[in-house]
């Protein structure tokens, strides 16, 4: 079985160039993996109008329950400056111990790794007494529209129900076995354009400079803090992250300005109660703080990003136990259980069985030469392994 080593598994994939929205190979790769394994193979090109269409990987192996699933996505980020790279960005090349490559731990390397544990398992026991499936797609690292939301529908239409899932995204912060995902803070965005009146720098009375309001409507939505954090959850955590007036010009007083704005939030908020606070906040300031002594309140629109991402937690302590004895059996470390960091499709799959998040360490995702220990890779296959039947056992009580 070649898929019983992660090292090839990863060096087939990095080999794809499969930047968001290209597959570029890699599930064809995969595919290659799981076949001889027993998996059935499903691929799956989703659409939707001005978007690109995004081709996607499911594969079951067996029919029964329980069933658990491992998700992920075989898409990566651009390369950025290839000249900066030290080894090929899609050349898989080992040195000093490490494989160079995009995606090796974001997160190609997680799938490799559960491709090895999977064959592994199978060659020493056979076949799981359930199911295990893959659902991986190619839209992770771009608009997520055509990825795994699309793919849970199709699967689930289809019939497919899971009792558990992990993601392989990569959570350690330092070394393997330091962190597990047990939920993900929500995130939300939205944009502030304030109006004025554009003038000459030199006659401010005739003009309104939307400047000073967006200035003021900023402050109000970073201070005071939203909350203290909750048992389970950091405190929610607002940054702006564009401010534009769009003039080139040192003298005259422009028409309009606008903000771009984030806020990952806590279980202390759901996103409607927070989109209500957040106006709150702005129609207070508007209010309080005119473009000019005597001229009426700032005026404001504020538009928001589709999709919130939603708060959640998992409590599911069959998963939970089973990653956390296969970490510690393998590492001899106890890993913390953590909701800190951004979203993954894990704020999907939440809706549709529990799920948790466990994979490298993700120092280098994203960067110039991203790369993984080689040593890494096995450590994680014997963790996979471990947590694979680890789950089916408890799972089965």
């Known amino acids: 079985m070649t898929a019983i080593d992660p090292v090839a598994n990863l060096s087939a994939l990095i080999r794809c160039p499969s930047v968001t929205p290209a597959e570029g190979g890699a599930l064809t790769a995969l595919e290659a993996m799981l076949k001889p394994l027993g998996f059935v193979v499903d691929r799956v090109t989703a659409t939707e109008d001005g978007t690109p269409d995004i081709e996607n990987l499911y ?24 000249a900066a790279w030290t080894h090929g960005p899609f050349s898989a090349d080992i040195a000093d111990g490490e494989m160079y490559g995009r995606g090796a731990v974001d997160m190609k390397g997680g799938i490799a790794c559960f491709a090895a544990a999977v064959a592994r398992h199978v060659e020493k026991h056979g076949a799981p007494e359930g199911s295990i499936s893959f659902l991986i797609t190619g839209d992770e690292e771009g608009p997520a529209i055509n990825g795994t939301t699309k793919l849970l529908e199709w699967a689930a239409a289809k019939g497919e129900r899971w009792d558990a899932c992990l993601v392989g995204e990569p959570t350690n912060p330092d070394q393997l076995g330091d962190m597990i ?21 030199a006659y401010p009375h005739l003009a309104d400079s939307p400047v000073r309001g967006i200035l003021s409507l900023t402050q109000a939505l970073m201070d005071p803090p939203f909350d203290g954090g909750t048992d389970n959850f950091q405190p929610s955590n607002l940054e702006v992250t564009t401010i534009d007036v769009a003039n080139t010009a040192v003298n005259v ?12 939030f806590n279980d202390t908020w759901d996103a409607d109660s927070l989109k209500a606070e957040i106006i709150a906040r702005l129609d207070r300031a508007a209010a309080e703080s005119p473009l000019r002594p005597a001229r009426p309140p700032v005026r404001y629109d504020l538009v928001w990003s589709e999709r919130p991402s939603h708060v959640f937690i998992t409590r599911n302590n069959a998963l939970i136990a089973s990653l956390s004895g296969a970490v510690e059996a393998v590492t001899g470390r106890e890993p913390k259980l953590s909701t800190t960091g951004g979203t993954s499709d894990a704020r999907f799959i939440k809706d549709f069985c529990p799920v948790v998040e466990f994979g490298l360490v993700g120092q280098t995702m994203h960067m110039v030469d991203e790369r993984v220990a080689v040593a890494d890779l096995e450590t994680l296959t014997r963790i996979y392994e471990t947590f694979i039947s680890r789950w089916f056992g408890h799972a089965a009580d």
């Open 181 to 201: 995902k047990i939920g993900r803070r929500g995130s939300l965005s939205g944009t502030i354009t304030v109006h004025g009146v554009q003038g000459h720098a």
């Open 59 to 82: 594969a079951r192996l067996g029919t029964d329950g329980p069933h658990l699933m491992f998700a992920g996505h075989t898409d990566v980020v651009p390369v950025g400056d290839e």
């Open 253 to 264: 007083i422009p028409s309009k300005a606008s903000a771009s704005f984030n806020i990952r």
